[in-house]
């Protein structure tokens, strides 16, 4: 258990489905993240959220939409997928502190299968 | 461009000695850190290195050489639960995490 959760664990979609990926930290940290794993490719950072603003889009497609409604929370929805967004999608969270950046804390991902 | 390099897989025999070398080239630098991911797994902290030299901690070590831009994760006294990916990740000048392709250690009996 590292104090983040993520929900679904599996999901299976359609290329003409929406559907919402969760996220949830524990931890009191102060900034969040979306990572996308596909694999033997380095995780590629998606979104960056510090204080619920968003402060990274490492252009990504607009079909994945990034939420924050708090700094315990994230989701990101989906919608229109393609088969090659097919990945594992992890959550993790820092606290960062005035220049002081500490070790991110990682979900258990979510594995997306997009038929 | 930025790069981060790591072996893809490497092979060790439980009770034994496995050095995983981690190469970078990113604009910047503010650390590197080494991470643990169990197959179906979060990927779980171990290290951190932003001075140049040995970080103990446990069976684990961490060395860096920050004007060779090179980095090794030292796993001593090998044990079957050290089976798993190996990530090395550098914050660069933006404070951005760069992220290798993980080496998978496979420990046998």
Known sequence: ETGVTQTPRHLVMGMTN???LKCEQHLGHNAMYWYKQSAKKPLELMFVYNFKEQTENNSVPSRFSPECPNSSHLFLHLHTLQPEDSALYLCASSQELAGVYNEQFFGPGTRLTVL | GQNIDQPTEMTATEGAIVQINCTYQTSGFNGLF????HAGEAPTFL???VLDGLEEKGRFSSFLSRSKGYSYLLL???QMKDSASYLCAVMDSNYQLIWGAGTKLIIKP
């Open chain 1, 18 to 20: 929406k559907k919402s």
């Open chain 2, 34 to 37: 080494w991470y643990q991911q």
């Open chain 2, 47 to 49: 290290s951190y290195n």
């Open chain 2, 76 to 78: 001593k006294e090998l």
